[in-house]
């Protein structure tokens, strides 16, 4: 029998509008029951049986509430996990996990002190073209991997206003936002690598955050590269994998967050399934054609932390992992600062 996640968001923005709050929603396993919101009400009229609070403090204070997403600015994650976390709840926060290591390491220490689940929204683990392209690489079916190239690109030639993301700050800039989805799915498919090698900087006009990355990370025999921009007009490959016996070519986006954005149903018929113009190519020594590509599946993310909760089960997305994107990450700044690769020590 199914014991719903009484649960509150700590914000309503984009990420709580679009993302955690409809998934929530459709989720028998959770109660959406409180949104932070400090003069709207917006969340209140979208889901009637929410209950709007004005501040994080009533959300700590509450007993009724034992989920709590953190969905604030990346420079807040500490403080409103760390409230949480000695508060009883369990938690949740958004990507990126925190701002650097040191914070991770807090709070991972803080959870395990207070026996609270902690896990980080790493919901595109779950894209269709990422599950995909694992799935080509699960099956070897480019044999032996000798180079992995993986794009993320938007063209947004204008600096957004009135939004924190595009102000200077601590944890702000597309490497902490796009590049905390990337560099965890590296992670998911291959580890950590041996070297990072990262040039990072800003190319629109007038911008004050970073806008684009080009990562370069050495493993054993195979090298890995991820790109972002946000001064690119014309589409890129998602992902190619070239390896001994092929390669794997893959267009397209996962259609999860725009389905999202169109106040889609999550879960519904046809959800997370992508047109086949978009299918990848592979071409090997035995094969040359489309591969279907896989069903996408956000509400996963949330089954599991469910299953975490009320039946001890491993978390898809552990915050030790989130650590290592951390890692990466201050890896990162550090090569791009230094014009140098920096040797990467996996943490223990």
């Known amino acids: 029998m199914i014991q719903p996640v009484n649960t509150a968001l700590l914000s309503y923005g984009m990420s709580g509008d679009v993302f955690h709050a409809p998934l929530l929603q459709v989720l028998p396993q959770f109660n959406l029951t409180h949104v932070v919101q400090r003069s709207s009400d917006k969340a209140k009229k979208d889901f009637p049986n929410v209950q709007v609070l004005r501040s994080v403090t009533d959300v700590m204070s509450n007993p009724e509430i034992e989920l709590v997403v953190v969905n604030t600015p990346n420079e807040t994650h500490l403080e409103f996990a760390s409230l949480a976390l000695q508060a009883g709840k369990h938690v949740v926060v958004e990507k990126p996990f925190t701002v650097n290591v ?82 965890d799915q590296i992670v998911e498919l ?80 046809g959800w997370g399934i992508e047109k086949k113009e978009y299918w990848g190519k592979l071409n090997t020594t035995t094969f040359e054609g489309k591969v279907e590509t896989q069903r996408g599946d956000y509400l996963a993310f949330y089954k599991n932390v469910y299953s975490a909760i009320r039946e001890g089960n491993a978390l898809a997305v552990t915050p030790e992992q989130a650590r290592d994107v951390i890692h990466l990450i201050e890896a990162c700044y550090e090569s791009n600062k230094t014009k140098r690769a920096i040797q990467i020590n996996t943490i223990a």
């Open 102 to 183: 040191a914070e991770a390491d807090q709070l991972i220490a803080l959870a395990k002190k207070n026996n609270r689940v902690l896990t980080v929204f790493q919901n595109r683990r779950w894209d269709s073209d990422f599950l995909t392209v694992k799935k080509i690489i699960e099956e070897k079916r480019v044999g032996k991997i000798v180079e992995f190239v993986a794009h993320y690109d938007r063209f947004r030639n204008y600096i957004e206003a009135n939004t924190w993301k595009e102000e200077a700050g601590r944890g702000t800039g597309i490497v902490y936002n796009l590049g905390s989805h990337m560099l």
């Open 190 to 269: 291959f580890g950590m690598p041996a070297y990072v090698d990262a040039r990072i900087g800003i190319q629109r006009p007038g911008g004050q955050v970073d806008d684009f990355y080009d990562i370069r990370m050495e493993y054993k025999e195979m090298n890995v590269i991820v790109k972002s921009s946000y001064l690119v007009k014309e589409e890129m490959p998602r992902y190619i994998v070239h390896g001994v016996d092929g390669s794997f070519v893959k267009f397209g986006l996962d259609p999860q967050e725009q389905d999202l954005k169109d106040k889609k149903m999550p879960g519904g018929e």
